[in-house]
């Protein structure tokens, strides 16, 4: 870990406005597919309609023959020029012992398709009219074959193989902890409690839908003007794995980008086809998806089914922890598709809790579906959602408060650090205190009264209750940056860590001013370029207080080689160089010379250092969540009414963008808990493919978010005490919210439904519960 001066100022605790908020409202954004190339030819793809089949044939001619075609493209032309696939790291292990069995995933599908809305074939033409209109008289012979689609029935004997090395659909397993301690601590149990638990399929709802440019530099290089929040990594997949040539033969640019959620991380197959299709035409091609080549081709989130055991003594404290669980992968291994459900996930299960004593089983399985990636929180919204739901309802069976259990089972202060059953270390949380605090800001003494109120107009009224923790980081725990300053009086930071609406420019500008003691306004923060910066980029909300340690570590450095650039100019030792506010003073005399005029004087008129910021590990951000919500019995519609949220984010920066953050995840765990869900059919066909199918909540199912930040815990992995917090809110707002619908529908008997609780579903919920009772 970096150790920074005891005096550095970087700017902590002040809510600074956003800077790239005017440009991005006043339609100055610069997003791929507001430029302008009248040169460029559009290429189209051709999905398949059906979720398993062999192709036996692709008939192109009457495709080519049409107006303005200047090429199309098949599976079997890019096996033809050795176009690589999408790389996967068989890093893990079937259940048997055996190695990793997956499917190889190709830019176009290649004698077999595996889910509705695989790329089959490409056309390139002059206009996207025209590129369309011949990708629809593309005639494909498909002999289909059955498809499964839940990955539960797809891990059943008997089950359709979606890969034929493959016979149980299995990709890999991971067990941890004490298979044996744990069952004997269940037959030893005063009490056991079990839930059925599943975190249903999700489809990231950036605002900007992908699209890619690709063009070719004299001498041969090819340049993707794209949206990746992880430019490298995307840079040197493309290059090694996808065309086989030099990861400096590619350039990446990202301008901004119109939300990631981690939907936007690695490369696509879309994106492949672009990048070949110009290096094969050495002619200038883009593509820009509808709304609609996201939800079939682009990555889902979430899609785990779990049953979850707590074994409890008689005052309720958790002896032992139990989780089976199956993970849907869909058709082909995204990035972090097997990752997600086997590592991130576990690294979080026991939550906030002290539960030395668990057993986790958790198995990644293929399915004829789109392919399963990372999702703001990726595995860990799924693992906190199974142990708060599990803790609610070990609350209802043995009749306690359920702040009272959870303040019995927390991990105490005095345990830090502490280090999980499955083997995470937390360095800081004070997990009682954030309760504490959260009921009093929810005003915990008043729901009865309002209960009392509801009920007087025919509603069901409950409070849900949940405490989150997160692991943050990538497990990239470097972050490279440079930093110059420039004879013009600019101050220019290079970072590979990718904006998508976080407001890491703001932070960024408003770390560097306050440690170098200039106006934000001089300060420029370059994001997204592959030939002036190379690292993990932003996933896994590591951007903050790993780029930011980076940043803060680039002004130190650049102070001091100012002050070795001032002992020169000003012809004393650098041990009597002053830096205050952008000046170099000698001490105790008149001679200065600002930091600006220093850059001026040198060769190519800049002072510049390359500096690494490097934390110990990651951070763990944590809080509470409590919210009221109100269930009208004759519709289902279950309306949030009151929310409030205490988070430790150790030091916040800049309390303005994490507030925000925050509210926006917790936006998305309302749409999680009572709206979003993609369906398929039996079939494979995506019912859930537009927003006419797909609900996503509005501003009007949100209301407004108390979002409380405490610091009284700072991180200790990291210099700045940061900790990550940008998908805090989509991790605790998820059991909030259907634990407080559950509270509600307690009273009328129904014990347990899965997200999300649509007015249908909860409707006819209480109308079998109330004819069970009846009965």
């Known amino acids: 870990m970096n150790v920074l001066p005891k ?3 970087f700017g902590a605790g002040v ?11 006043t339609g100055r954004g610069h997003y791929v597919d507001d430029q302008r190339h009248a040169d460029a030819l559009w290429l189209v793809v051709l999905r398949s309609p059906h979720a398993h089949a062999r192709i036996a044939a692709i008939d192109t001619d009457a495709a080519r023959a049409m107006p303005g075609v200047v090429a199309i493209y098949t599976g079997a032309d890019l096996v033809a020029d050795d176009v690589g696939t999408l790389p996967t790291l068989p890093i893990f292990k079937r259940p048997d012992g055996s190695p990793m069995a997956y499917a190889p995933r190709r830019l176009l599908a290649h004698e077999r398709v595996r889910f509705t809305g695989e790329p089959v074939a490409a056309v390139v033409a002059d206009s996207r009219a025209n590129a369309q209109a011949a990708a629809e008289v593309i005639a494909v012979d498909y002999a289909v074959e059955p498809a499964v689609t839940d990955p539960v029935a797809a891990a059943e004997p008997g089950a359709p193989r979606v890969w034929q090395d493959c016979p149980d659909n299995v990709v890999a397993g991971m067990s941890y902890g004490d298979a044996a301690a744990v069952e004997a601590a269940f037959k030893a149990a005063a009490h ?11 489809v990231p709802a950036a605002m900007e839908p992908r699209s890619v440019i690709a063009e070719i530099e004299k001498g041969g290089r090819l340049v993707m003007h794209m949206q990746t929040q992880t430019p490298t990594q995307t840079r040197d997949t493309l290059a090694g794995a996808v065309l086989k040539r030099p990861p400096d033969s590619v350039l990446i640019r990202v301008g901004d980008i119109g939300g990631g959620f981690g939907q936007k991380t690695g490369l696509y197959p879309e994106d492949g086809i672009v990048a070949y299709a110009a290096v094969k035409l050495q002619r200038k091609v883009r593509w820009r998806g509808e709304r609609t080549d996201d939800f079939v081709g682009g990555t889902h989130g979430r899609d785990l089914t779990s049953t979850a055991e707590f074994a409890l003594d008689a005052k309720g404290r958790v002896q032992a922890f139990r989780v089976r669980s199956i993970g849907g992968t869909g058709a ?19 939550g906030t809790y002290d539960l030395p004593l668990v057993h986790i089983d958790v198995k990644a399985v293929m399915t004829h579906t789109a392919p399963v990636g990372a999702y703001r929180g990726a595995g860990r919204p799924e693992a906190v959602y199974i142990v708060e739901r599990l803790m609610d309802a070990a609350a209802r069976k043995l009749g306690m408060d359920p702040r009272k259990i959870r303040k019995l089972n927390f991990v105490k202060p005095g345990q830090m650090p502490y280090t999980t059953a499955t083997g995470q270390t937390y360095d800081s949380g004070a997990f009682a205190h954030m309760l504490d605090r959260a009921s009093e800001l929810a005003d915990w003494d008043g729901f009865a009264a309002r209960k009392r109120a509801a009920k007087a107009k025919g509603l069901l009224y409950g409070r849900g209750l949940a405490s989150y923790i997160e692991w943050t980081g990538g497990r990239a725990h470097t972050e490279k940056v440079s ?5 013009d009086g600019k101050v220019v930071l290079h970072s590979a860590t990718q904006a998508m609406g976080q407001g890491l420019e703001t932070a960024y500008s408003q770390m560097i001013s306050a440690a170098l003691g200039i106006p934000m306004d001089k300060v420029v923060v370059i994001q997204g370029n592959t030939d002036l910066a190379q690292g993990f980029g932003s996933v896994g909300s590591r951007s903050l207080f790993v780029g930011g340690t980076a940043a803060v570590v680039s002004s130190v450095d650049l102070i001091t080689k100012a002050r070795e650039g001032a002992a020169n100019v000003l012809e004393a030792g650098v041990g009597d160089i002053e830096y205050h506010e952008g000046v170099l003073t000698v ?27 490097e934390v110990d590990g990651p951070s763990w951000p944590n809080g509470t969540h409590i919210c009221e919500v109100e269930i009208d019995p004759q519709t289902g519609i ?9 988070d430790d984010v150790g030091v916040a920066v800049n309390p303005m963008l994490v507030t925000g953050q925050i509210h926006g995840g917790v936006a998305q765990g309302v749409g999680q808990a009572l709206y979003e869900g993609v369906h398929y059919d039996g079939e494979g066909q995506l019912l859930t493919a537009t927003w006419q199918d797909y609900c996503v909540p509005r501003a009007s199912d949100v209301p407004p978010v108390g979002v409380t930040l405490d610091g009284s815990a700072p991180c200790r992995t990291n210099p700045l005490g940061a900790k990550g917090c940008g998908e805090s809110g989509a991790i605790g707002g998820p059991p909030c919210v259907v634990n407080a619908a559950m509270d509600a529908l307690a009273p009328v008997g129904v014990a347990n439904l899965h997200a999300p609780l649509t007015p249908q579903k909860v409707w006819a919920a209480i109308r079998e519960a109330q004819a069970a009772a009846a009965a």
Request: proline content about 5%; charged content about 20%.
């Open 587 to 613: 001490a105790g005399t008149d001679r200065r010379i600002s930091l600006f005029d220093l850059a001026g004087r040198l060769p190519g008129g800049e002072l510049a250092v390359d500096s690494e910021g």
């Open 192 to 202: 056991t409690v079990s839930l059925d638990v599943v975190s249903q399929r999700l």
């Open 638 to 646: 279950t309306n949030v009414v009151r929310y409030t949220t205490v």
């Open 15 to 25: 809510p600074v406005k956003r800077v790239e908020d005017l440009r991005l409202v």
């Open 332 to 350: 082909y291994l995204s990035g972090t598709g097997v990752i997600i459900p086997l590592v991130l996930g576990p690294f979080v299960a026991t």
């Open 483 to 487: 930093l110059r300053a420039t004879g």
């Open 7 to 9: 005096d550095l100022r």
